[in-house]
């Protein structure tokens, strides 16, 4: 597996031509999704219904709204998101609180882009799902990074150090789209949760 990480962070024009690309936001809107950490709230957007009462450690689909200044509501936690056209927007609903996660940079048009999301209480790692390769290494407690890779099956995992908290199947990854693997919980309880691209 030592040769893993040049593989997928290499990609060839010619494997590039041949992939399919995620949809993108239409012009002057953006993707805007919830991952509910715990108990899960109906959310309105702007006094209207948005989503539907959600299980804990779960990851809504993308939504399009429009760019601009919005008001989301769950129960009685209000949150102002001003969202940037273009852009994929990620919300946590932990506690009945509302906030906003750093926005993701959109993939790119030849790469695929993997970002860790640690939304739990230790350091944790995106690697190869046999430990070998650390792609996103020490990801602090209630922090997030990103990765661009080359578009090809991979199978990645989440780890604690050298213990595997969650390992995923292998899985084609396509040059456009973002995935994501969230962290949730604390110390030996820990689990994580892999999210394809998904749009409504």
Known sequence: MKHALPILL???GAH??????????PAGSAFVRVVTVDAGRALTL?????????????????QIVPQGAHT????????TLNVQGGAYHTLALRGGVLS????EPPAGLTKARLTLYNLSDAPATLATADGATPLLPGVPAGRQKSL???????ALGVFDGTRPITTF????????????A???????ARTAVWVQPSFK
Not at 100 to 103: A, N, Q, S, W
């Open 148 to 154: 661009s890779v080359n578009a090809v099956s991979a």
């Open 46 to 62: 702007d006094g209207r219904p948005f989503l539907g009462a959600a299980k804990a450690r779960t990851v809504s689909a993308y």
């Open 10 to 12: 290499l990609l060839s």
């Open 72 to 79: 989301l509501r769950a129960g009685g936690a209000s949150l």
């Open 182 to 188: 969230f962290v949730f919980g604390r110390g030996a």
């Open 169 to 180: 199947p292998a899985e084609a990854l396509r040059a456009g789209a973002s995935y994501s």
């Open 100 to 103: 906003t996660l750093e926005v």
């Open 16 to 25: 590039a031509q041949e992939t399919l690309y995620a949809p993108a936001p």
